[in-house]
């Protein structure tokens, strides 16, 4: 298995997201992949692929080591392992939930996390749950495979509400896209 | 409550899935199969939330962060966060349909053109529905009685000084704004059923303000305390089953009004002779238990039991934390128990559950006395004293209930 | 010498606020008394009266017990008997200045408090500066003769940054004013 | 710095006073005589400052607190805060006679209508001077290569991403916008004189921005790094006099690259060799020596020396906050220096001083890594590697410096 390979990802998902026009170059413009919420079509993921056990040393990070399945409000939840923000798990949402009032961002930035009861590793895309001042609550700021703001689509500290209402940014969730 | 509803969900199936060694990952997607590690794309949700409970608080998060916080206190379990800002006031509708936040902001955030309005959120969406534009209100937070509803949720009174002191009204169900009337000398706006409004002026009175007519009427009682030497708290309690306010001075004198198109004041008692010692005076030097903080009473209006938050020290500390909780029975005029409470809490409130629970709020520790960083929120059974639930962070505003 | 007379104070502040002129009831619009800044009028202050041995019982509080005359960053110092903010002496402003960029409110609440050195009650003048946002440093909150939002005027609580172009709170100064 | 000489001032004089047994009241007004209670009332001033000093910095206050504070490393002392927003970014006029500030707001606080904008505001009395417009600009925060200035005060560039990729161009002289050009694949924006702009990018490449022509012209070096395998830091160190920028990979390479219309990038070394160490490795497992934080790395621009926070730990800890300071001599290639310093900062500087100053700061305490809440920061000799001033609750942001 390799990593992550953004580039890959965004065509499908940004000729989605761009509403399959044939606009000039949207990808082009963008140059960066991003994942789109499931108010836009979802990436095709292939099972077969996500079947193969995941031997890479990316699967034995500190964090990927330490974490653990059955509390999604602890910093070293599986899925955090590129989280950056406030855990909606502890401010009213749940993983892939936005607490009431908020919502969540179409796009987002993703990680590549090992859950550690499989040994596997799965695509996380870390949706932002938008319009509502900061939860500040459970506060969290895992790197695995984060990257810098050229490489935006797998930095953590970008505000990553895009077409939402507003762009306040409330707490973050952890959505299960697929197998890497 | 929703999240605690979905953790409970996720343990239970958490139980199931540790059969087949696979984890929480097979219960993440409603399509996936138990025993199968699922690569099922999750969708996006969002959460909502039931109309206001019994058992619900709502703490301001402060000076500092915007929002006011939900938690059950049955649970002592976080709900969610109302929209709110700082230096705003939350107005809870008594229908329990809607919240309403009053708020004050620049176009441009300390610049441009100055905006004061009422957001209007869902109470189980939270979702925003809309903004009622207002002439203006007071900048100071922390305080219930500077925006109340009416008892049918139609009306909403706005406090404004500018420095000029007036009252704006906004009508709900039209959601514009009314009218303003100038209301000179008074502030800490009360309800007064069939009547309009009450409050309290700087001369010891208390104002009746009649609404009923075309032109708004204010009349005011004999003067009954002094606004200088032994003031009210603001912090007054409005039950209006009964009809009445019950008022707290600094010293500790405990006044009911009735309320109406002219109020009447009775005689006040002394809280600490309630309590069996002597009662205290308005000057310094003198040692002695004294009301203090920043919301320090609450009243249970069912039992007719006054809690207030109390500290041992000298006159003019009426900000101080307490480290007791007194618990007076109104109609007998007793102190019938003392609560030991840890931290220094400023804020106090009650809820009007049958078992009542007592909700205490103190400041943030760090940079000094009204940094305003949120603090520990306490749940405390006032029949044992016992602490329920503790909460680190919660807030350091004004803790109020639904109803 | 009595408490701090109010009424007495604000007829006078006030005529000047009111620019002298006839304009109808600005005294009784308002209902308190403001202190007005120096680009208005100031008080007339006796300093016969000034000259008198405080001997009444507001000059033994707590705090008035416990100020100090030497260091104006700390909390204890003596004119901050009732004041409630950031001071502006740890903020770039001085105990009558505002730090660079901030705007003195033309009107304040008031203290009464006790300088140590001469056990004279002296009228404080709890100005704020406008402008910029909070400045969090040295956060002090006396209550030497404090009240409640119905008595404005010595409320220390309310944000008191009127006529400002921005009302947003920076920090507060406290101006002598003159013997009480 | 204003308010030292006012406590310097406000001491003499009470020297003089403590002779007379009247205290501090004596000087409180320039019209007192002393050895008499002066009761004259005080006038209300405002102070102004210095333009920027090569011995200050200004530290964002994080993500909760808007505002960045101004210190002197010589004395330790707060000078004023520059109003700047949270997630907004300050550029210092290399002429040192305006701040800017860009930020981004809503005319309702969190609903309304989008604006962003760089305030301007002068230097000495931080009195806010106006607005420019602009279409937008990527909201992160903390972080030097979003707004920068060019070397003649004249021009102001920012990063926006939409989440398209583009920059606006300010002209500051005339304080409006000037256009905007789209930068796919690449951000990190950095001075490249007589050309434009140089930046990087996701193919692990420097891209050379010409802007000397009607129309944008961007090309781009070979790739050089892997953006997503070994990142360069953000944080990169522009130096105009030699025309070069030093760049820092995740695992330690050290990259110099000569800027230009087509600018070369050197062979980099490895920061754990040039400590004597075995060079760190681009996966887990491996304890080494590793950069880390939100500004790992800062330039001495005169004497080539570069300073870097260091922790022990594995691959993908490039947030930590480090144990210690390694002092590079670059022309060298050497770790010369290793300073130990506490509380895992995360945030560092230099001053540009001949006996420079290093600044770090380190998150506050509290709700968990990333809330953002205002921590302590140090000024550090890198001669001896004494704390020289320990400055608590000072920010948890960027620290930038003036030139």
Redesign the interface.
Known sequence: MKLFNADGLGEKVLRRFAGGTSRRGMLARIGVALVAAPVFPLLPVSRAEAAKPDRSPESKTVFARNAQTTDDTKCDYWRYCAIDGSLCTCSGGGIHSCPPGAEPSPVSWVGTCINPDDGKAYLIAYRDCCGKSFANKCNCDGSDRETQLYTQQLNNDIIWCFGTKSMEYHCSTAVMVGAA | M??AA??FR??AA?RFAAAT?????AL??ASAHAGT?????????????PAPKPSWFFVQRG?????TAIYDSATGK??????T?T?GDLAIDPNGKYYYSA??????????T??D?I?V?DS?????EG?IDIPGR??????E??FIVSDDGKTGYIYN?????SVNIVDFAKRKFVKSF?L?????LILNPGVGLA????DGSLAAIDLTGGKVDITRTDPFFS???D????NVQYDKAKGQVVMMSYTGLVYTAKLGAKPTVGAPFSLQEAAGLRKAEA???DLNWYPGGGQPTALHRASGHLFVLMHA????????GASEIWDVDLAARKVVKRIAVEGHPTVLNVTQEASPKLIVVAEGE????????AGTAQVIDPATGEIKHSIK?AGSGLVQLAN
């Open positions: 929703k999240s979905q953790n996720l343990s958490l060694a696979l984890g929480a990952v993440v997607s590690v699922s690569t099922e794309p999750e969708e996006s949700t969002v959460n909502s939330i000076f500092v962060l915007p929002g976080y709900v969610a966060q109302i929209e800002a230096l708020e004050t902001h620049w176009t441009r955030r300390i610049h441009g100055r905006q309005y957001s959120y189980t969406t939270l979702k925003f903004d007071i900048l100071v937070g922390g305080r009685h500077n000084f500018s420095p000029v002191s100038e000179p000398g008074c502030a800490d409050a309290l002026c700087s606004a200088t030497t003031p009210i708290f603001d000057k310094p030097l020290g000298e006159y003019w500390t009426h900000k101080d760090g940079q000094g006395a009204g940094s305003g960083f962070d």
